[in-house]
Antibody, heavy 115, light 107 residues
Framework: EVQLVESGGGLVQPGSPLKLSCAAS????????LNWIRQAPGKGLEWVAS????????YYPDTVKGRFVVSKDNAKNTGYLQMNNLRSEDTAMYYC????????WGQGTLVTVSS | DIQMTQSPASLSASPEEIVTITCQAS??????LAWYQQKPGKSPQLLIY???SLADGIPSRFSGSRSGTQYSLKISRLQVEDTGIYYC?????????FGSGTKLEIK
């Protein structure tokens, strides 16, 4: 059974860092793109980051470029999203999703940025 | 950036009816379009990819089509469990962009 389990969310102050994890099982993690998508409370979906299967290429929208870093450890079947200099507008549920079509999503982890 | 204009914002329909949701791309994106369903309190689920291909395990009541830069999701024989918010996604070019969502209520 395919599973993606996010963790690491929580309440942080503006300007703080936070690192999210995405533990994968049930598929060949090393052969899949890993993506992060977020959803602010009551709002729509926003793509945040993507990384190719071997981790050699990463992609971000301008809203997080320079602050967020996506990575994956294929030996540990785990992906990561390092978020730096967090802002209130980064408050959202963060989902990881596999493949270029976001074919399967985790249950999400909530990040709240507030003083 | 490519804009995806999704309509309607909401709709209400009865069981067994047919509904159609559309996304208009601001430029040519070929078949690089997907549709997702998000049920209340749940994560999104892939329904359609490559504009017309049905994702694994998705009922054939769901179908996707394309006419130029307009993309449609048709749901036939509506069921109560189809309640949720539907989003389109273009992955033709970065930044990947979603439509604003269509909230579907089953009467």
């Amino acid at each position: 059974e395919v599973q993606l389990v996010e963790s690491g969310g929580g309440l942080v102050q503006p300007g703080s860092p936070l690192k999210l994890s995405c533990a994968a099982s049930g598929f060949t993690f090393s052969s899949n793109w890993l993506n992060w998508i977020r959803q602010a409370p009551g709002k729509g979906l926003e793509w945040v980051a993507s990384i190719n299967p071997d981790g050699s290429s990463t992609y971000y929208p301008d809203t997080v470029k320079g602050r967020f870093v996506v990575s994956k450890d294929n030996a540990k079947n785990t992906g990561y999203l390092q978020m730096n200099n967090l802002r209130s507008e980064d408050t959202a549920m963060y989902y990881c999703a596999r493949s270029r079509w976001f074919a399967y999503w985790g249950q999400g982890t909530l990040v709240t940025v507030s003083s | 950036d490519i804009q995806m204009t999704q309509s309607p914002a909401s709709l209400s329909a009865s069981p067994e009816e047919i509904v159609t949701i559309t996304c208009q791309a601001s430029q040519d994106i070929g078949n690089w379009l997907a549709w997702y369903q998000q049920k209340p309190g749940k994560s999104p689920q892939l329904l359609i990819y490559s504009a017309t291909s049905l994702a694994d395990g998705i009922p054939s009541r769901f179908s996707g089509s394309r006419s130029g830069t307009q993309y449609s999701l048709k749901i036939s024989r509506l069921q109560v469990e189809d309640t949720g918010i539907y989003y389109c996604l273009q992955r033709y070019s970065n930044p990947l962009t979603f439509g604003s969502g269509t909230k579907l209520e089953i009467k």
